[in-house]
């Protein structure tokens, strides 16, 4: 089983596409879907529920790490996938990953890249220098070291070896956490494993308009030709 597990904290406007896309997927193995609501006021949690998906409340602490973690302790799966409520996901993201660590027995975890729903214009060069930087890296280290919580997969065990988010406090959102596997075995950069994501991050301060959600929509039939 491969369980997926998406941190929120007041994701209403992107949450929906985000799960219609994880209910589309190609995969042959049991999944689930975890929401981990981290203190959300709006209808983030009722929305969860009301498209069938497990939702676990942890509001205690506003971190995605504490969510992260919260939510990957109610998983049942051997894999672990973590998403990001304002990324669409192609129809064979979990059969993407479910083949790779099937053939890569070595393999600890997986993550892959990213595309923007709506690039700012420097999209073009931020892609490149990622790629550049993760192929550069792996081949020095074994290690990409850009790695998105949007697209980032790993075995449960090893997770669990390493004690997961705990004491996680500052850096890139997955960048400790990778490192931390990286001492298990290998990290492996798949570049296929391609998902669409809102740029309101690296834009901030950004709206969730209702047009960027229409477009999320839109894009996701687009997203499965891609990448």
């Not at 689930?32 to 602490?61: F, H, W, Y």
């Not at 901030?204 to 894009?219: C, G, H």
Request: with cysteine; aromatic share 8%.
């Amino acid at each position: 089983m491969i369980s997926v597990v998406i941190p929120t904290l007041d994701e209403e406007a992107f949450l929906p596409a985000c799960l219609h896309s994880l209910s589309r997927q190609s995969c042959a193995e049991d999944c689930e879907i975890i929401v981990a609501d981290n203190g959300s006021s709006d209808a983030s949690a009722r929305i969860a529920r009301q498209l069938g998906t497990t939702v676990v409340r942890c509001p205690e602490k506003k971190s995605v790490f504490y969510a992260r973690q919260v939510g990957a302790s109610f998983a049942h799966g051997d894999i672990l996938a973590q998403a990001d409520a304002d990324t669409l996901y192609p129809e064979n993201w979990l059969a993407t990953i479910a083949d790779y660590f099937a053939r890569l027995p070595e393999a600890v975890a997986l993550t892959g890249r990213f595309l923007y729903i709506d690039p700012p214009f420097w999209a073009p060069i931020e892609y490149s220098v990622r790629d550049q930087i993760n192929r550069l890296t792996v081949a020095l280290s074994g290690t990409p070291a850009l790695v998105s919580g949007a697209t980032f997969a790993f075995r449960t065990q090893a997770f669990r070896t390493v004690n997961g988010y705990e004491g996680i406090r500052f850096g890139a959102d997955q960048y400790g956490i990778a490192r931390r596997l990286s001492k298990l075995g290998d990290v492996v950069y798949a570049r296929d494993l391609c998902v669409l994501t809102s740029a309101r991050t690296p834009r901030k301060p950004l709206s969730a308009s209702k047009a960027l959600v229409e477009n999320m929509k839109a894009d996701l039939d687009r997203l499965s030709t891609e990448g």
